[in-house]
């Protein structure tokens, strides 16, 4: 049986060819993509996390997980993405202003697209005219921001003002996540949608466009 706390270990050191060796192996095994997600590379990023804030991990430890991260999510990504599929709706994603997290954005962006929606990701430090430009062109059925920062958030409450000032509010359902977001705050800055994670936030969305 597979042993997700390698995969763990192999992100928590930064290890990126031996994170790609092991989910290569996981996947092999036939294990389950989303298992691989969340309990080999999420839950080796929960564990950076906590070592970052404890001070026994500095940004270039940090950085390292974040790489080997990326570096397995890549082989995940053909499996949790199917080809063909008609879209069921359109998401604009991006970073909010300041924010130059993306690992948690691009597993939804990639969750959204295994889902059947058609994405465009706007990458991150995205400022709020870029988002509304981005509204205005694409017309998407929701609009997700991310963002991983307290001192970057209150960015998402200056974007939903934006789309108020351009009369394109009620044109787009808003979603909103990140570590620091709360369904709290998602209510005080006028957001239609919170989700805690991705899967969460795909299931939601369906209900939104149907
Ligand atoms: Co940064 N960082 N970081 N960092 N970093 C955090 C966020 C922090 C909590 C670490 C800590 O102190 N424990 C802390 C923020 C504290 C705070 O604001 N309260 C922090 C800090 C302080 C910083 C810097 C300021 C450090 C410094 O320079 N002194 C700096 C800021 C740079 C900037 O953005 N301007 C910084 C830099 C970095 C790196 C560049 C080194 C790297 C990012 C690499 C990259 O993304 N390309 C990094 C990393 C990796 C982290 C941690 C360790 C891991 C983040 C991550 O990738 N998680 C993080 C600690 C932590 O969160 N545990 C931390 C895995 C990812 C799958 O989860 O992104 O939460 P997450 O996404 C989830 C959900 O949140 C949700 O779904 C995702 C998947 O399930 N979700 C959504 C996310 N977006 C969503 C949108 C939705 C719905 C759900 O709808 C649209």
Redesign the pocket.
């Known amino acids: 049986m597979f042993d997700f706390g390698e995969l763990q270990q192999a992100i928590i050191l930064g290890k990126g060819p031996l994170a790609t060796e092991l989910t290569q192996k996981a996947i092999n095994e036939e294990c389950v993509p989303k298992d691989i997600l969340n309990q080999g590379l999420?839950a080796g990023?929960?564990v950076?996390?906590v070592k970052?804030?404890n001070g026994e991990y500095y940004?270039p430890q940090?950085?390292l997980?974040?790489r080997a991260?990326k570096a397995a999510v890549v082989l995940l990504h053909p499996l949790i993405v199917s080809a063909g599929i008609q879209p069921i709706g359109t998401l604009v994603?991006g970073t909010v202003k300041?924010?130059?997290?993306?690992?948690?954005?691009n597993?939804?962006a990639m969750l959204f697209q295994g889902a059947g929606f058609n994405v465009i990701d706007l990458g991150v430090d995205v400022s709020s005219e870029k988002f509304v430009e981005a509204v205005r062109e694409n017309k998407p059925d929701i609009l997700?921001?991310?963002s991983?920062?307290?001192?970057s958030m209150r960015e998402m409450q200056d974007v939903i003002q934006a789309l108020q000032e351009a009369g394109l509010r009620d044109k787009v359902k808003i979603?909103?996540?990140?570590?620091?977001i709360t369904q709290q705050f998602a209510d005080k800055i006028g957001a239609d949608a919170y989700?805690?994670?991705?899967g969460t936030?795909v299931e939601m969305a369906k209900a939104m466009v149907n």
């Open positions: 999420i990023m929960d950076v996390g970052f804030k940004l940090v950085l997980a974040a991260m994603l300041g924010d130059l997290h993306d690992v948690g954005k597993l939804v997700g921001m991310s991983l920062l307290t001192t979603m909103v996540g990140g570590a620091p989700a805690l994670e991705g936030a």
